[in-house]
């Protein structure tokens, strides 16, 4: 029976490199409920567990012509999602950290450094509201999702390259909008003897 399903993959796998949308269609149904399962093991939001999935089939469609024919598509698509659960547990404690650090920073701030704070924070998603979507896209990969730059790459199919010209566009553009901001806040940890 195993080696049945073997030859069944392997000939799901074949027809997905020459794009056929039907061996795509048959292995999301296959394998889809039983990959949402195993991925609430680790991550116990149904919603995050099924966004993990999604984003699994989204790569093996993307990565579909060097996928190889001699391994089971269903070891390749367990791995895949335990990959990428294990990324989103990463993300979410390092997410937690920086809430928790920010959390404290903010409390201790004056209400003249909560202003300030506030205000940054406005100009901030202000500007990053004028950078080109594919530009901030790029940007939130780095430095929300903690993306290295060849996988920011890799997800949006795009050279490495063009990843490093996106995020040096973003950082110029917001330190230009963001500059009034620079010297208040070197005053203000200046004043807290924080330099």
Known sequence: MANEEFKNDALLVAALKYDSHEAFVKIFRQYYANLVRFTARFIPDKSTCEDIVQEAFIRVWTNRKKLETDTSIRSYLISLVQNLALN???????????????????LSLSPDEHLL????????????????????????????????YSEI???LNISVRTVEARISKAIKFLHQNLQIYKSLIFIILSARNLL
């Open 88 to 106: 989103e547990l990463r993300h979410q404690k390092v997410k937690k950290s920086y809430q928790d650090m920010n959390h404290e920073t903010i």
């Open 117 to 148: 704070y506030s205000e940054l924070s406005d100009a901030y998603e202000t500007a990053l509201s004028k950078l080109d979507s594919d530009v901030r896209e790029t940007l939130m990969l780095s430095r929300q999702e903690k993306l290295k």
């Open 153 to 155: 790459a890799q997800r």
